[in-house]
């Protein structure tokens, strides 16, 4: 049983390590790399690079997400209950908001990016549809933060419920 909720931790814990990364390090280096030579079309490239990089994370933290949850029925009866409840709606958290972050958000965006006719950089920052398209870029990067905020949340109360149930050494 032991072994089950540390493959739980370990999974969700890397998810979280990847989807920090590629917030913090690939989406801005993307745009900063290809900003840097000129390109008139530096931000299409950039954001079609991150868009698919996002695909990634999301569909992943759905899999994940669910494995985790559905595998949480195994060790039930090795948590109180509200260690439990959490184990149940974290994990379903992350699966939601990065769901709704791929299906829902990214899919808007990509049909906005379809419906500009051509390179994002080249459409007014006035026109509609790039006005849609930046709120919805605020929702995506919400929704990441929410799973990734769900994810440190699953992965500190597993290491504190560890920790409350393995008997210490004292001298």
Do not use: C
């Amino acid at each position: 049983m032991d072994a089950i909720n540390q493959v739980r931790t370990l999974l969700l814990a890397a998810w979280l390590g990847v989807a920090l990364y590629f917030s913090a390090v690939v989406a801005p280096s993307a745009f900063g790399a290809l900003r840097s030579f000129g390109l008139v079309n530096a931000n299409e490239i950039a954001g079609t690079i991150v868009t698919r990089t996002l695909a990634v994370v999301n569909l992943s933290g759905v899999v994940l997400g669910l494995f985790v949850l559905i595998t949480a029925f195994a060790a039930r009866n090795a948590y109180k209950r509200t260690t439990f409840i959490l184990q149940i709606v974290l994990p379903l958290v992350v699966a939601v908001a990065t769901g709704v972050g791929e299906w829902v958000i990214a899919a808007k965006m990509r049909g906005l990016r379809a419906a500009m006719h051509g390179q994002i950089d080249q459409v007014p920052l006035t026109d509609p549809n790039r006005i849609a398209f930046a709120a919805l870029h605020g929702y995506s990067v919400a929704a990441l933060s929410v799973a990734m905020i769900a994810a440190l949340l699953f992965v500190l109360l597993m290491i504190f419920a560890h920790r409350k149930a393995t008997p210490r050494f004292t001298q």
